[in-house]
């Protein structure tokens, strides 16, 4: 007689089949927790593919803690995209805590992106920002570096919506920068550290942000570069560029100028030149007129040659500018 395999191997399937859509022993826990849940609702859970012990687990954490939630808001934030543990965490901290947190608000920080248990912790226990370092310049032109320490609580109302950490220290470093270049001397700012925070905190730099700032405190506060001087330098390293651009342009304006009045010159000399040229002519038309008599001549011929021997005395090695008789006789002839 054959034993019955095949029975007993569809028997089995079924059984595992139905012990996945119907977690008896999950129903079970529930049932002595104190928790009402059918097995149709962890079967419907199996069909839309939410996991049945997250939501059995969170249901029971929330119960014994005293928080009344419903199995529908869990699947449904879980269907949502949001992480359930960390919303009964927050939940369960808070209730804790006393502070007023919905699940209608737990629910919309944590689709929003943030860490709603995160965001209840630091509402409880603040925690401290370190800013990079802040550099300012004083009145007095000296350059001042500047860290501070923020101490922040999380404002639970403003978590949707608000601000991040980044724009709280974008406030407080320009807070931090108008107090430094408001100051007079930096002296002023290093007796009195104390000033920047009191000014800075007394704005509100919180407004808007997730966050309320408890305190802001300046943690160090260094000596940079002296811009002052700085600024200076580079000002009169340009004006003396300035300057010799200027002078240049009027040194260039006057060789030019040089050497216009040398052309100028060259061409009255070429002038003079060219009227002696013609005295010759003049003397010889003279002479064929009979306006001009040897007599005459001759004695021009010795005014000429006093004239050139003063010339010769007053300048050793010159040369006459007046006619030479030599130079005339061949001409006339």
Do not use: C
């Amino acid at each position: 007689m054959d034993f019955p395999f095949f029975p007993i191997i569809v028997g089995g399937i079924v059984l595992l089949v139905f012990l996945y859509f119907f977690p008896i022993s999950l129903w079970i826990t529930a049932l002595f927790s104190g928790v009402r849940v059918s097995l149709f609702q962890l079967a419907f859970m199996r069909v839309r593919k939410v996991p049945p012990a997250l939501i059995v687990n969170s249901i029971i954490t929330s119960t014994k803690a005293g928080l009344e939630l419903t199995v529908n808001d869990l699947e449904t934030h879980y269907l949502a995209g949001g992480n359930i543990p960390s919303v009964i965490k927050a939940l369960i901290s808070a209730d804790k805590a006393n502070i007023p947190l919905s699940f209608k608000q737990a629910t919309a920080i944590d689709l929003a992106g943030r860490d709603v248990f995160e965001a209840v912790t630091t509402s409880v226990n603040p925690k401290v920002i370190n800013t990079p370092n802040v550099a300012a310049v004083a009145q007095d032109g000296i350059q001042l570096i500047a860290k501070a320490r923020i101490t922040v609580r999380a404002n639970i109302a403003q978590l949707v919506g608000g601000a991040g950490e980044e724009t709280i220290l974008a406030r407080v470093g320009e807070g931090i920068v108008t107090t430094i270049g408001s100051s007079r001397s930096h002296k002023e700012v290093l007796e009195n550290p104390d000033k920047i925070s009191k000014l800075v905190l007394s704005k509100g730099l919180d407004a808007g942000t997730a966050f309320e700032i408890l305190s802001i405190d300046i943690a160090d506060i260094d000596i940079g570069e002296n811009i002052g001087a700085k600024l200076q330098t580079d000002q009169a390293s340009a004006d003396l560029r300035v300057a010799e651009a200027r002078a240049e342009e009027r040194r260039a304006m006057a060789v030019a100028m040089e050497q216009e009045n040398r052309a100028k010159t060259q061409e009255a000399k070429a002038r003079v030149v060219e009227a002696e040229a013609e005295i010759p002519k003049a003397i010889a038309e003279a002479f064929r007129a009979g306006n001009l008599g040897i007599m005459d001549y001759y004695k021009m011929r010795n005014i000429q040659s006093d004239t050139d021997m003063r010339d010769s005395i007053a300048n050793p090695g010159g040369q006459s500018s007046s006619l030479k008789p030599g130079r005339d006789e061949t001409k006339l002839s």
